[in-house]
């Protein structure tokens, strides 16, 4: 199965100039925890908010913070046409439940998450990612920032 058969299509970005309060008022409305970044039609980071809360809140700054103060650079993604065991060994390395698809133009495409490859079928490499995600730390842990 390739990622493009189980990806979400429908992803809300934002822009890194955006305040970090209207960051949180748009992940409150859509109910997700994390948004990609988006500047002339490329990637360039990732929100989550937990970045909010730690980066923002936790490090003094205020609702009308940018986006680009708190946001994740390092993006790691995926592309539509990979193979979903691959993609799902590489979250479980990566330690992250979620990943922006890309086409091969580098253009956004998508979202994938440990959910939505769990409703297409792949519960026993879902598992297996999940036990690598779930350890504390890792590269993308909050520590290291």
């Known amino acids: 199965m390739k990622v493009s058969d189980c990806m979400t299509t429908d992803v809300q970005i934002t822009d890194p100039e955006q305040t970090l309060q209207d960051v949180a008022l748009m992940m409150g409305r859509l109910d997700a925890g994390v948004l990609p970044v988006a500047e002339n039609d490329r990637l360039v980071g990732m929100i989550t908010d937990r970045d909010i809360a730690i980066r923002g809140v936790g490090e003094g700054k205020g609702p009308n913070a940018r986006v680009r103060d708190v946001m994740s650079t390092d993006v790691k993604y995926c592309f539509d046409d990979e193979d979903v065991e691959d993609v799902l060994h590489h979250m479980g ?43 504390r730390g890792g590269a993308h842990s909050q520590r290291a920032h």
């Open 93 to 135: 390395d990566l330690q992250v439940r979620r990943l922006p698809v890309l086409d091969r133009n580098k253009r956004l495409v998508g979202i994938i998450s440990l959910g939505d490859l769990a409703m297409k079928g792949e519960a026993m490499e879902t598992g297996k990612a999940l036990s690598g995600i779930s350890q």
